[in-house]
T-cell receptor, first 110, second 116 residues
């Protein structure tokens, strides 16, 4: 089945720094979501992005489906950005099942 | 209430207990999901209900029993659980658009379950 790999697995930033998180997937996908899981476990939708680029405040995402990767950019990081960032894709053959990466654990220090 | 809600938020139960987790979505969606999240593992899809019919059951042990009485409510009934079932249980919903396309999923806050 399709594999989703995220990098880096762990990241420590100083407040105000910028970062790029990567998601690679091994097969064609119908769609892709980025989530932020806060320290209390809540999964927050960041982007629903099959292709192209979207921006929301300090966050932006780019998916290049033909090259099977997506990038999440965090600019001017804040301590509230800490948590785990997940990428999940819908396999082109099965639209009901999101396939998840293992996440990038981000800690932003004041 | 907005979005997807789950109750209880925390649950501690013994192996012989019976309990239920509840999920309610206020987004007008017609598909709902149960996921299990254990430490250091990807989210595991347990069940999918679309238009109140179970369409996916990922080899989940029978000690987990889902129920979807309508498109807004989803339950997970638990009985004779094992300590390894301790995890965060997440509910999600999305809109099924009728062309085998399940759109963006939205998640509840989860129930953190501990089995003693």
């Amino acid at each position: 089945g399709i594999q989703v790999e995220q990098s880096p697995p762990d990241l420590i930033l100083q407040e105000g720094a910028n970062s790029t998180l990567r998601c690679n997937f091994s097969d064609s996908v119908n769609n892709l979501q980025w989530f932020h899981q806060n320290p209390w476990g809540q999964l927050i939708n960041l982007f629903y992005i099959p292709s192209g680029t979207k921006q929301n405040g300090r966050l932006s995402a780019t998916t290049v489906a033909t090259e099977r990767y997506s990038l999440l950019y965090i600019s001017s990081s804040q301590t509230t950005d800490s948590g785990v960032y997940f990428c999940a894709v819908y396999n082109a053959g099965n639209n009901r099942k999101l396939i998840w990466g293992l996440g990038t654990s981000l800690a932003v220090n004041p | 209430e907005t979005g997807v809600t789950q109750t209880p938020r925390h649950l501690v139960m013994g192996m012989t207990n019976k309990k239920s987790l509840k999920c309610e979505q206020h987004l007008g969606h017609n598909a709902m999901y149960w996921y299990k999240q254990s430490a250091k593992k990807p989210l595991e899809l347990m069940f999918v209900y679309s238009l109140e019919e179970r369409v996916e059951n990922n080899s989940v042990p029978s000690r987990f029993s889902p129920e979807c009485p309508n498109s807004s409510h989803l339950f997970l009934h638990l009985h004779t659980l094992q300590p390894e079932d301790s995890a965060l249980y997440l509910c999600a919903s999305s809109q099924f658009s009728g062309s085998s396309s399940y759109n963006e999923q939205f998640f509840g806050p989860g129930t953190r379950l501990t089995v003693l």
